[in-house]
């Protein structure tokens, strides 16, 4: 009897380790490889619009999923101007009118700098596992990478995208590709990981395309230029006063 | 034999005297209708020009194509050089540049942060240069408040727009929008005026500003949304500048190249080119309608003047006038009828036209007095052109002509020796 019992034990774990991660799992795996307490990021954002293509550089600074200021540093038509979240708020310093204009309402549904992404797409604060159910649905390759792909579906109202399907690397657990969806079921943005890069954390996507399949053009390139987590931010830099320094 | 005719209606009065009557009031109608009908179609090619069209207006293709109101980055560039050849093609035209767009509107408190946020929609023209545009959009009229714009980073609000915010002239906002190649566009502005158009939609919510401002605000110095041109002497025609939009075209407009400028006439946008042809149509059914009417009128009144006609066409047909002849005379009758009547309409028509023309119909008490200026003009206006004169040549021949050719058609079924025994001669 104890022997059944035993091997009945086995099968049991055995059949759990088979399985493999749940999509849950693998959304919280994803999400603690690429959120940190704190975070500076130096990249640049490549905009191809109709008439040019302009590549704007900015250094962030970001604590948790609650706090971030980002300072533009080029080109001169978009330098000094700041950006700064805080819980649900965010507000824009504009150099040339020496002006701290607060984003909320329909403006957040607005794009930031004539870029794919907009003031709404920056602003979810909560974590993925709050705000969507997961949902895994098959294994697939995206680029030579074998990836899980997972449907998450949103449980809150007041997400900006009711569906996300997201495909994540089985290995590095980061996001090679995400579709995002509005409550009719419309296609609204898609991101692609073109490239990622090894940190002190693991790994991290580097190179990605926000694309805005509402829009014309060619979609919106993130590069990151350097990536340090877990730096010392001072509190000063979130608070309201820095924006105009 | 027309004198001899002409005589014969002259000295027998109730021969031509209802017929005329009847004509000159037709044509009269005719002529004051097809007077009104211009005027209202100018009235109608006026608004429509000095806001939406002009006589014609250039864009790019792109926003041609994609029907783009106000996208910046679909905006036409190096325009000096395009508008100097303009005026050396088309002298009789002014050409202006104007940007529509939208940006946010942001209302600082005292601390220079956001009090109060709107979209708004801004109209930006040439106000500060000799050849400027206040009198196109009527805005000395339509000023309420304050003044004009009188620098480029000076504005106008829509009345309600401004009295919604709770601003005050002289106060700064700031613009916030996208800049032609898809940046950021910021500037701040000074509240110099406010106007009232009697839309609501645009009282509401719009702003205007010179267009070298908007120029600088959207990073676009010898750039704008739109060209416009208007004929000097302010008068439009269907197909009126149809050569010069094909010379244009041929010249400027590449199908390759989506930047380049096309140029289109009035009734080539929003549709126009439905609404000309419903207005012509309009004359036209009123004209033949005055036909056939009139045609039925003149036709009873030439079997009434053929029964009291009866001796003589007997004694003509004894004399030995052959039934043909006799039939043709007749026609020869209602056309010297519809002639006279028709000259007598026509003068008569024109009087009220006339007044209807330089004086007009005041509407405005009619919508609710509200001081109109762009896309409604408050009055009414008859306008008298070269059609107005010869309108009434068609229906008022027509149909005398048509009203003979029925009531005169007895005449071949009467039997010779009958009409002898029937008329006692």
């Not at chain 1, 130096?42 to 550089?57: D, H, N, P, V």
């Not at chain 2, 036909?291 to 004399?319: D, H, K, P, Q």
Request: aromatic share 8%; proline share 2%; net charge neutral.
């Amino acid at each position: 009897m104890k022997k059944i019992s035993l091997l009945l034990g086995l099968l049991f774990l055995a059949g759990d380790l088979l399985a493999g991660p749940t999509a849950l799992e693998i959304i919280r795996k994803m999400d603690a490889l690429q959120n940190a307490d704190n975070q500076v990021i130096i990249s640049s954002m490549t905009i191809k619009g109709r008439r040019a293509t302009r590549t704007i550089e900015s250094k962030s600074w970001i604590q948790g999923t609650e706090k971030s200021f980002t300072e533009y540093l080029a080109p001169a038509r978009e330098k000094g101007t700041k950006m700064l979240k805080v819980g649900g708020k965010l507000w824009t310093y504009y150099p040339r009118a020496d002006r701290v204009v607060n984003i909320s309402g329909h403006m957040l549904r607005r794009s930031v700098l004539g870029s794919d992404m907009s003031y709404e797409d920056m602003m979810e604060r909560r974590s993925t596992e709050e705000t969507y159910n997961a949902v895994l649905e098959d294994e697939e390759e995206i680029g030579e990478r074998m990836c899980y792909r997972i449907l998450m579906t949103a449980k809150v109202d007041d997400v900006a995208y009711q569906k996300v399907k997201i495909w994540i690397d089985k290995t590095r657990f980061i996001a090679l590709k995400q579709e995002l969806y509005a409550a009719s079921g419309k296609l609204l943005k898609r991101l692609d990981t073109l490239a990622v890069m090894k940190t002190s954390k693991g790994w991290y996507p580097s190179h990605m395309r926000f694309k805005d399949v509402l829009k014309d053009g060619s979609g919106t390139e993130f590069r990151v230029k350097s990536i340090l987590f877990n730096q010392k931010i001072s509190k000063k830099r979130f608070q309201k006063g820095q924006l105009r320094r | 034999m027309i004198g001899f005719l002409s005589k014969g209606l002259l000295r027998d009065r109730s021969r031509s005297m209802f017929p005329i009557l009847v004509i000159t009031i037709g044509i009269a109608i005719v002529v004051l209708m097809e007077a009104y009908i211009a005027g209202a179609l100018g009235t109608m090619y006026r608004s429509t020009a000095k806001f939406t069209t002009g006589h014609v207006k250039i864009q790019t293709r792109a926003a041609v194509e994609e029907n783009a109101i106000g996208a910046a980055d679909l905006s036409l560039l190096e325009n000096q050089a395009l508008l100097a050849n303009l005026e050396k093609d088309a002298p009789d035209m002014n050409f202006h540049e104007r940007i529509y767009f939208g940006a946010l509107l942001d209302v600082p408190d005292s601390q220079g942060e956001t009090r109060f946020q709107s979209t708004s929609l801004i109209t930006a023209i040439d106000l500060l240069t000799e050849r400027n545009e206040i009198n196109n959009l009527n805005l000395k009229k339509s000023l309420q408040e304050g003044r004009l714009p009188e620098k480029a980073h000076e504005i106008l609000l829509g009345q309600i727009f401004k009295d919604n915010i709770g601003l005050e002239i002289g106060d700064p906002i700031t613009l916030i929008g996208g800049d032609i190649d898809g940046g950021m566009a910021v500037g701040n502005f000074t509240v110099v005026g406010t106007v009232r158009f009697g839309i609501i939609a645009f009282d509401r919510s719009s702003l205007i500003m010179d267009v070298t401002g908007a120029q600088e605000f959207l990073a676009m110095p010898d750039g704008a949304t739109e060209i416009y041109g208007f004929y000097k002497d302010d008068q439009y025609f269907y197909h009126r500048p149809a050569a010069l939009v094909d010379r244009f075209n041929a010249r400027y407009s590449d199908v390759t190249e989506e930047f380049s400028p096309q140029m289109r006439m009035l009734e080539q946008q929003n549709q126009l080119e439905d609404v000309m042809v419903i207005y012509t149509n309009i004359t036209g059914y009123i004209n033949g309608l005055f036909v056939v009417i009139m045609g039925i009128v003149l036709w009873n009144t030439g079997l009434m003047s053929g029964i009291r006609r009866y001796a003589e066409m007997g004694v003509r047909l004894a004399m030995g006038e052959t039934k043909r002849h006799v039939y043709y005379t007749l026609l020869i009758e209602a056309v010297l009828v519809g002639i006279v009547g028709t000259i007598i309409g026509t003068a008569l028509g024109l009087v009220p036209a006339y007044f209807l023309q330089e004086i007009g119909f005041d509407i405005s008490q009619m919508m609710g007095g509200a001081k109109m200026s762009i896309i409604f003009e408050d009055r009414i206006r008859a306008l008298i052109t070269e059609s107005t004169f010869t309108a009434g040549i068609i229906p008022g021949i027509l149909a005398p002509l048509f009203g003979a050719l029925i009531s005169g058609f007895g005449i071949f079924r009467r039997d010779t020796s009958r009409l002898f025994v029937e008329l006692e001669v």
